[in-house]
């Protein structure tokens, strides 16, 4: 596995950090690194997931750094999450009332674009992910997905959103309830961390999350969403 590895100066272009500023994280433990013959050498995996976790106590300008920071082929328009979700992919409102047929109900949303081509692998895996670290906020809302691209189950990255007519346990802090739920699906890394930085930014905007929960179809949640996200873009 050792060619999977990037080195300092690799980590740091592909964060848009400062190369010292990485360097004291790592020599104090605060970031996932390995000694290899003397010099730090970086998982991708390790750090996708450590960013992950970061990013939920990310202001807006530091999600937008993340945001810069990525590049996707994929995305169209400079448009991160309207690229990926699509009319067919929103369902307003869901039948699940558990976390495991919301999961599976997202996965069959996402498979209406017929790009969704081994969902039980994909419930797996994000299964498992929810296992480790619970993807639901305590303002309602959840971003399940897997812990690593998985470019051999997808035709291309994929969003579904959904929200239930009631919460749902789903291991948000302090035993918050969720209702709203954004399945992430993406064929890279890059992909992946740029979607999830642009919906940490959309859900921090003044009222979208009271808008998007007041929706009462499939939709208007899309157009709320495209909107704020469309709103994004053209105040960077």
């Given at each position: 596995?050792?060619?999977e590895?990037i080195?300092?100066e690799?980590?740091a272009?592909?964060?848009g950090?400062d190369?010292?500023?990485?360097?004291?994280?790592?020599?104090?433990g605060r970031?996932?690194?390995?000694?290899?013959?003397?010099?730090?050498?970086?998982h991708?995996?390790e750090?996708?997931?450590?960013?992950e976790?970061?990013m939920r106590?990310?202001n807006?300008v530091e999600?937008?750094?993340?945001?810069?920071a990525?590049v996707?082929a994929?995305?169209?328009g400079?448009?991160?999450?309207?690229?990926?979700?699509?009319?067919?992919?929103t369902?307003?409102?869901?039948?699940g009332?558990?976390?495991?047929?919301?999961?599976?109900?997202?996965?069959?949303?996402a498979?209406?674009?017929?790009?969704?081509w081994?969902?039980?692998?994909?419930l797996s895996?994000?299964?498992?992910?929810e296992?480790?670290?619970?993807t639901g906020y305590?303002?309602?809302v959840?971003i399940?997905h897997?812990?690593?691209?998985m470019?051999?189950?997808l035709?291309?990255?994929?969003?579904?959103?959904?929200?239930?007519?009631?919460?749902?346990a789903?291991?948000a802090?302090?035993r918050q309830?969720?209702?709203?739920?954004?399945?992430?699906?993406c064929?890279?890394?890059?992909?992946h961390?740029?979607?999830?930085?642009?919906?940490?930014?959309?859900?921090q905007?003044?009222?979208?999350?009271?808008?998007l929960?007041?929706?009462?179809?499939?939709?208007?949640?899309y157009?709320i969403?495209?909107?704020?996200d469309?709103?994004?873009?053209?105040?960077?």
């Amino acid at each position: 596995m050792a060619h999977e590895f990037i080195t300092l100066e690799q980590l740091a272009e592909q964060l848009g950090r400062d190369r010292r500023d990485l360097e004291k994280q790592v020599s104090r433990g605060r970031l996932p690194g390995h000694r290899v013959e003397g010099q730090w050498r970086f998982h991708p995996a390790e750090i996708t997931q450590w960013l992950e976790m970061e990013m939920r106590g990310y202001n807006d300008v530091e999600l937008l750094e993340v945001e810069e920071a990525q590049v996707s082929a994929e995305v169209e328009g400079g448009l991160p999450v309207s690229s990926f979700l699509y009319p067919e992919t929103t369902q307003v409102p869901m039948e699940g009332k558990t976390k495991r047929s919301v999961l599976e109900e997202l996965i069959e949303v996402a498979g209406r674009t017929w790009q969704v081509w081994e969902p039980a692998a994909i419930l797996s895996a994000v299964q498992e992910r929810e296992s480790v670290i619970p993807t639901g906020y305590e303002n309602g809302v959840a971003i399940p997905h897997p812990r690593t691209p998985m470019a051999d189950a997808l035709g291309e990255s994929m969003i579904s959103y959904g929200r239930t007519q009631s919460g749902i346990a789903f291991g948000a802090p302090k035993r918050q309830l969720t209702d709203m739920f954004f399945l992430v699906l993406c064929r890279d890394s890059r992909t992946h961390l740029l979607v999830l930085a642009r919906l940490g930014r959309m859900l921090q905007l003044p009222g979208f999350i009271d808008e998007l929960r007041e929706a009462e179809d499939s939709r208007t949640s899309y157009e709320i969403i495209c909107q704020a996200d469309n709103r994004l873009t053209e105040e960077a």
